[in-house]
């Protein structure tokens, strides 16, 4: 299993980031990671993202803005 966010625009068009997104071995990490570089995600355009395992969307999309 790989686990990874699509990172995308309000549009639901995948965001081009100066940074790779990472693949995870477990939810729990990709999730962790999101907690983590959120705002900098946001910050690069992004306005929502989707957690993808290999190939089947777990959920999302997921709003990136600050309530």
């Known amino acids: 299993m ?11 068009a995948e965001v081009e980031l100066d940074f790779d997104v990472p693949e995870f071995s477990a939810q729990g990490d990709a999730e962790s990671w999101l907690g983590e570089v959120w705002r900098s995600l ?3 355009g992004a306005a929502q993202v989707t957690l993808v395992d290999d190939d089947r969307v777990v959920y999302g999309p997921m709003s ?4």
Do not use: F, I
């Open 64 to 67: 990136l803005a600050a309530e």
């Open 2 to 12: 790989a686990w990874t966010w699509r990172v995308e625009g309000a549009d639901g």
């Open 42 to 44: 946001a910050d690069a």
